[in-house]
């Protein structure tokens, strides 16, 4: 499956898993290690240890060849389906956090794109931002020349902010929510919670279109494998209401 590759494989076997243009390969005989690549050229592989998966390694490889069923590992599949899924929740909350409640959070920041020289740069990036108060954040420029930016980039935003720019640093104040304002947040965090469960169905998607490309695989082994994807898929939507369901109470909480 791997040519030239600088990997030491000699006392494993390697299946193989496909993945849109990534391939990910199992040491299936021991059901431990892992190395991905992108399919028909040069990469890096990363191996991983299900039993301790902050184990990680990389080496470079060469080229993977054609995939045949008896390179198959549905366990694999379904692992690889699953940290991709785990990774769109991480997106989620991190999307939610930038959504504000009544008390300051420099996180609300975080989706603030700023003009910087020409090009949209996060605020995160060029400035730091502070909480010396529950109802103030400070923002403070590396680059003051770049600080009326940052204020149109908030007054433009959906955070609903008037910023004070006193030439050194901007403040804002995080008054108390207006229940209208705790609609419009409510209507946001739904919508953001709705493009969590789109990505999480395009993962499941992309897994059981790639099972189309394994050359042999019986119909009941791609079954199989769908139902699986299809609870994960399940369970993960039901992650994204309890994220949602979570962050609306602490939107009405006054």
Known sequence: VL????CTTSSFVLTHLGFSNMSTL????????????????????????????SRNTSKRCSTITRVTADDFDPAQV????????????????????????????????????VEYYGTLTPLNTIANASTPDSQTIVIQPF????????ERAIMLSDLGLNPSND???????IPPLTAERRKELAKLVSK??????????????????SMGKIEGVSQDNVKSIEV???????????????LVRQKEVDISKV
């Not at 040519?3 to 600088?6: A, D, F, K, P, V």
């Not at 699986?228 to 309890?242: G, N, P, Q, W, Y």
Request: with cysteine.
């Open 3 to 6: 040519e030239q590759t600088t």
């Open 143 to 150: 680059d003051k020349t770049c600080i009326n930016d940052i």
């Open 228 to 242: 699986a994807i299809d609870a994960l898929t399940s369970d993960f939507v039901k992650k994204v209401d309890e």
């Open 78 to 113: 379904e692992f690889d389906v699953f940290e991709r899924m785990e990774k769109t929740i991480d997106a989620v909350r991190e999307k939610f956090n930038t959504v504000r409640t009544g008390r300051a959070s420099p996180k609300i920041l975080d989706r603030i794109n």
């Open 26 to 53: 199992c040491f299936s005989q021991i059901g431990v290690h892992s190395v991905t690549a992108r399919a028909g050229r040069t990469g890096i592989v990363s191996a991983y240890d299900r039993t301790t998966p």
């Open 167 to 173: 030439g050194t640093c901007i403040r804002l104040s």
């Open 192 to 209: 953001l919670g709705e493009d969590g469960k789109v990505a999480l169905r395009n993962v499941r998607r992309d897994a059981i279109k």
